[in-house]
């Protein structure tokens, strides 16, 4: 019983991770229009305004990219001891892509921060 209810707040938790990539995905959508008016106009306060959103859209992904990572590795732990080679391999596989999303991630706050000019959106 504690197991369902333990997925059941994860899944809550879920819902509203769904709601804040709807929230990232819509500001990413604003970030455009000013790279669009510095790519324009090259109005410094354009660039730095989307630079800005962009860096703080990974941010927010990055730490998105970490609770899944934590949650794999928390369900990973647990098949250790409870579940069959099958599924532990599974929990490895899940273990890995999350953490290759997670280096991603901090690979792209580390160039969006460090790139001097527009040409070099990565943005994901």
């Given at each position: 019983?504690?197991?369902?209810?333990?997925?059941?707040?994860?899944?809550?938790?879920?819902?509203?991770?769904?709601?804040?990539?709807?929230?990232?995905?819509?500001?990413?959508?604003?970030?455009?229009?000013?790279?669009?008016?510095w790519l324009?106009?090259k109005n410094?306060?354009?660039?730095?305004?989307?630079?800005?959103?962009?860096?703080?859209?990974?941010?927010?992904?990055?730490?998105?990219?970490?609770?899944?990572?934590?949650?794999?590795?928390?369900?990973?732990?647990?098949?250790?001891?409870?579940?069959?080679?099958?599924?532990?391999?599974?929990?490895?596989?899940?273990?890995?892509?999350?953490?290759?999303?997670?280096?991603?991630?901090?690979?792209?706050?580390?160039?969006?921060?460090?790139?001097?000019?527009?040409?070099?959106?990565?943005?994901?």
């Open positions: 019983m504690d197991e369902i209810k333990e997925q059941l707040q994860e899944l809550q938790i879920e819902d509203y991770i769904w709601i804040i990539f709807i929230f990232v995905s819509i500001v990413a959508i604003v970030s455009d229009k000013f790279e669009k008016k324009l106009t410094k306060n354009d660039y730095k305004t989307f630079k800005t959103i962009n860096i703080t859209l990974l941010i927010i992904s990055f730490l998105v990219y970490l609770y899944f990572t934590l949650l794999s590795y928390k369900k990973y732990k647990n098949n250790i001891q409870h579940k069959s080679i099958k599924e532990l391999f599974f929990s490895e596989i899940n273990l890995f892509s999350a953490s290759l999303f997670l280096i991603g991630g901090l690979i792209n706050i580390f160039s969006e921060v460090n790139s001097n000019t527009g040409d070099e959106d990565i943005f994901l």
